[in-house]
């Protein structure tokens, strides 16, 4: 079955035909599929995720959650649309057909300072909302898409504390972007806001003077606003706010049965569109329950006993961001003492893990697959004493840990090694969550890749780690060392792009970033980086284009490299056995294949009047990888060569001959401090707006936006979107 078909039989022979046609999302059998919805993409989205359904029961079963639709066009509503010889596909996957020249420099759009010290901060995100998926709006329709920012620094006359940004593409008219709404709420946001079903109203928590509040928003559009002088929502009880004109907030203090307040500044609002309800953690150790939230001509409330729910009377630990999953109706968050709590959504029954993570706690949120019923955590130090491949003395182990949603006390489940954390009393790097690749989202039995950023007593290091029918691998593989020192990673994200053509290959890229010292030559000033990497599969009997690359693994030395496109054709059947060393192709059906090496191993720059020898691998002046091909030692001339351009041909330098094996695997963008998560937009559709599928993040401390200087609020794309 080629890599297409594969694809539509997803789509078309399972319960998924359905979907197609509108029968199972809409519940309107006689109606065809609406083209677009309503989209909110903020942090929840990738912490609750759908595998395939194995049956339509089950498909049945996962739709009656909204998140469930909103994921599938996320992922492919393209698939539907955009296929034919016209659907040049806007954004990432306008690259999947056709051959294009990467720079090694991701392209920034756009980037607004926040303010001084203005940041979402690590491991939050911003949030994008999209009021139909199939269509890029811009400020002059009725309602454009935005994104929203919070800011970091506490609320002021002068300093925003949340901000929304319109006219956000590159193909819309007068200022790109415009700065939509700006509010001083009152107090810091630390954590990431999320949406209302219908984008109208957000949820957040903010602190003041230590003491954590839930606030509810309701928007409305402002020409005069801006970060520096923001606009103030009138603040009314929660009984008058579902009648209050916009802009208007209500807030509700985050405190105990007695009435004592605790704060928040590390558990963001999970919300639950079909029960309107949303769940937060404080920083002793408390779930909240809040129903109803946001529906119209409803007073929004806290629920009372048994809530708020105190997880571990004898620990006030911080609790991380909860997550809901309505299939076992259980709440799974976990705190900073490392342990991961189930949460009866009904009863507020609690059940408590073993101890996962022995260095800083968990810092972000657990990841559901709600699908497969597993739930994973992503832990900075298991407290092991014995990493296998540590050094002397022994370190602990950085983990990834798979337990089940129906998990007993004590469990403490499957881990997956993914480096060394650190040798004790060293405090480790903060572990962020990781992100599956489409395979995993593909499959009916959780079968794929996880990648994350691992190896926290150390230099951060991106690894893959195999699940196969469920069971997670037990060591995870390098892909690429992100920097020469120990400095903490973001989330990753994952993004899929569909092929632009029926039978055409699709592409998938991970996001991630380093708060300093990256290896990204392009990031070498300010050392913080936001690097994108390839990590598309092979696909069989599927159509590639010269210079498309893939991200395969080797079967003796088990390791990660990246194959590039030599010659254009259709993939064989079955996968080839792909060999280790760089420089050898492979013939695969009517494809021809250049090993570009393992992407772990940096490229350094051409130099002249320097002795190369085969399979020494150099960047050329283009962005693209060459390969010795001499047998004996070589010398580079003065001056450097014309370099072929193409991926599978030759340039000769002076005793040297290269071949060239493909544009660099990843681009990066510098990123003073860091990066926030990153969202990524790649819904929209053919004949939409130029850059309408884009990346969203901020910078972790200040630097040059422009507008200003201070923590910049970012969009980016990569440099074939330009």
């Given at each position: 079955m080629n890599g297409n078909a594969a694809r539509f039989f997803w789509l078309g022979g399972s319960f998924v035909g359905l979907v197609a046609l509108g029968c199972v999302?809409?519940?309107?059998?006689?109606?065809?599929?609406?083209?677009?919805?309503?989209?909110?993409?903020?942090?929840?989205?990738?912490?609750?995720?759908?595998?395939?359904?194995?049956?339509?029961?089950?498909?049945?079963?996962?739709?009656?959650?909204?998140?469930?639709?909103?994921?599938?066009?996320?992922?492919?509503?393209?698939?539907?649309?955009?296929?034919?010889?016209?659907a040049g596909i806007t954004g990432l996957s306008a690259e999947s057909g056709k051959s294009t020249r990467r720079t090694g420099q991701m392209h920034r759009d756009w980037s607004k300072d926040l303010g001084s010290g203005g940041s979402v901060g690590a491991g939050n995100y911003p949030a994008k909302f999209s009021f139909d998926s199939s269509v890029a709006s811009c400020a002059g329709a009725a309602q454009p898409d935005f994104v929203v920012y919070s800011t970091g620094p506490a609320g002021s006359g002068t300093q925003a504390s949340i901000v929304a940004y319109d006219n956000l593409y590159a193909g819309c008219t007068g200022t790109v972007p415009s700065v939509y709404w700006a509010y001083n709420t009152g107090g810091q946001i630390l954590t990431s806001p999320v949406f209302s079903r219908d984008g109208t109203q957000l949820a957040f928590t903010q602190t003041v003077g230590g003491i954590g509040s839930l606030v509810l928003l309701k928007w409305a559009a402002s020409a005069s606003e801006t970060v520096a002088s923001p606009g103030i929502p009138l603040s009314v009880i929660p009984a008058l706010y579902s009648a209050c004109p916009a802009p208007c907030m209500t807030s509700f203090i985050l405190q105990d049965t007695h009435g004592v307040p605790a704060d928040d500044i590390t558990s963001s609002v999970f919300y639950d569109y079909?029960?309107?309800?949303?769940?937060?953690?404080?920083?002793?150790?408390?779930?909240?329950?809040?129903?109803?939230?946001?529906?119209?001509?409803?007073?929004?409330?806290?629920?009372?006993?048994?809530?708020?729910?105190?997880?571990?009377?004898?620990?006030?630990?911080?609790?991380?961001?909860?997550?809901?999953?309505?299939?076992?109706?259980?709440?799974?968050?976990?705190?900073?003492?490392?342990?991961?709590?189930?949460?009866?959504?009904?009863?507020?029954?609690?059940?408590?893990?073993?101890?996962l993570d022995f260095g800083n706690g968990f810092a972000s949120g657990p990841i559901v697959d709600s699908s497969n019923g597993l739930v994973y955590v992503f832990a900075s130090s298991d407290g092991s004493g014995a990493c296998p491949a540590g050094p002397t003395p022994v370190v602990d182990c950085t983990a990834v840990y798979q337990l089940s949603t129906s998990f007993a006390a004590n469990d403490v489940g499957t881990e997956a090694i993914v480096g060394n954390s650190t040798i004790t009393g060293t405090p480790p790097s903060r572990m962020f969550e990781g992100d599956f690749d489409n395979a995993y989202y593909n499959s009916t039995n959780g079968t794929g890749n996880l990648y994350v950023c691992g190896n926290t007593g150390g230099n951060p290091t991106l690894y893959v780690v195999p699940i196969s029918a469920g069971a997670l691998g037990a060591t995870g593989v390098t892909v690429a060392t992100l920097a020469s020192s120990t400095v903490a990673c973001s989330p990753v994200t994952d993004v899929f792009s569909p092929g632009a053509t029926a039978g055409s290959a699709a592409t998938e890229r991970l996001f991630v970033s380093v708060q300093s010292t990256s290896s990204a030559a392009i990031c070498s000033t300010s050392g913080g980086c936001v690097q994108n990497f390839i990590d598309t599969p092979w696909q069989a009997s599927t159509t590639f284009a010269v210079g498309q690359e893939i991200l395969v693994k080797s079967a003796s030395p088990f390791t990660r490299f990246i194959d590039v496109v030599t010659t254009a054709g259709t993939s064989g059947?079955?996968?080839?056995?792909?060999?280790?060393?760089?420089?050898?192709?492979?013939?695969?059906?009517?494809?021809?294949?250049?090993?570009?090496?393992?992407?772990?191993?940096?490229?350094?720059?051409?130099?002249?009047?320097?002795?190369?020898?085969?399979?020494?691998?150099?960047?050329?002046?283009?962005?693209?990888?060459?390969?010795?091909?001499?047998?004996?030692?070589?010398?580079?001339?003065?001056?450097?060569?014309?370099?072929?351009?193409?991926?599978?041909?030759?340039?000769?330098?002076?005793?040297?001959?290269?071949i060239n094996a493909g544009a660099l695997f990843t681009d990066a963008f510098a990123s003073t401090g860091g990066a926030s998560g990153i969202i990524i937009d790649n819904t929209v559709l053919p004949g939409t707006l130029a850059g309408a599928s884009q990346v969203y993040f901020s910078t972790l401390s200040n630097q040059a936006c422009d507008d200003g200087t201070g923590g910049c609020a970012v969009q980016a794309s990569q440099s074939a979107l330009k």
């Open positions: 999302l809409t519940g309107e059998a006689a109606k065809p599929a609406r083209r677009g919805i309503a989209l909110p993409t903020d942090w929840s989205h990738s912490h609750l995720i759908f595998s395939q359904p194995r049956s339509a029961e089950q498909a049945m079963r996962l739709q009656e959650d909204p998140r469930f639709e909103q994921q599938w066009y996320r992922r492919y509503q393209p698939l539907l649309e955009a296929h034919g010889p016209e079909g029960s309107d309800t949303a769940w937060v953690g404080d920083s002793d150790n408390r779930l909240h329950r809040f129903s109803p939230v946001f529906a119209a001509a409803s007073t929004p409330a806290e629920v009372g006993s048994p809530w708020p729910v105190q997880l571990q009377p004898t620990l006030a630990t911080p609790l991380t961001s909860p997550v809901h999953d309505r299939v076992s109706g259980n709440v799974f968050v976990a705190d900073a003492g490392g342990f991961l709590y189930s949460v009866s959504a009904s009863t507020g029954a609690v059940t408590q893990s073993g101890q059947t079955t996968q080839p056995s792909w060999p280790s060393p760089a420089g050898v192709t492979r013939v695969d059906g009517g494809v021809n294949w250049i090993n570009q090496g393992n992407p772990s191993i940096p490229v350094a720059n051409w130099v002249p009047t320097h002795p190369y020898i085969s399979r020494d691998r150099i960047l050329d002046s283009n962005g693209n990888v060459e390969i010795a091909t001499n047998t004996s030692t070589g010398t580079s001339g003065s001056g450097p060569p014309i370099w072929a351009a193409t991926a599978g041909l030759t340039t000769t330098d002076n005793t040297v001959t290269w």
